[in-house]
């Protein structure tokens, strides 16, 4: 059974907003860490921004730093990823994986979501 699943994707021009949701399954969904991954075509998988279990730590990538934010309602085994000033090399499926972790190695987690479509239109 698929413990996280992602919403909120779509298709929007650049400069536009969009605000991902991943739902969690998981009994203990407030002891995860917390990651957003994004993959492009034809691209490897790569780090957007994690958050620690206790929501005081946030980590980004250097490409959406300043332009995402990442958040967590652990009452709600919530997370979101808040994106604004989107641009058309976003473009990309974009998941959410809980582990022991915040960073950037997705070998590090443990459950992965099925991942929702983002895609920025010129």
């Known amino acids: 059974q698929v413990q996280l699943k992602e919403s909120g994707g779509g298709t929007v021009q650049a400069g536009s907003s969009l605000r991902l949701s991943c739902a969690s399954l998981?009994?203990?969904?407030?002891?995860?860490?917390l990651g957003w991954f994004r993959q492009a075509p034809g691209q490897e998988r790569e780090f957007v921004a994690g958050?620690?279990?206790?929501?005081?730590?946030?980590n980004y990538a250097d490409s959406v730093k300043g332009r995402f934010v990442i958040s967590r309602d652990n009452a709600r085994k919530t997370a979101y990823l808040q994106m604004n000033s989107l641009q058309p090399e976003d473009t990309a499926v974009y998941f959410c994986?809980?582990?022991?972790?915040?960073?950037?190695?997705?070998?590090?987690?443990?459950?992965w979501g099925l991942g929702t479509r983002v895609t920025i239109s010129a």
């Open positions: 958050i620690s279990w206790s929501i005081r730590d946030t």
């Open positions: 994986a809980a582990g022991l972790t915040y960073g950037s190695d997705a070998k590090m987690y443990n459950y």
């Open positions: 998981l009994q203990t969904f407030h002891t995860y860490g």
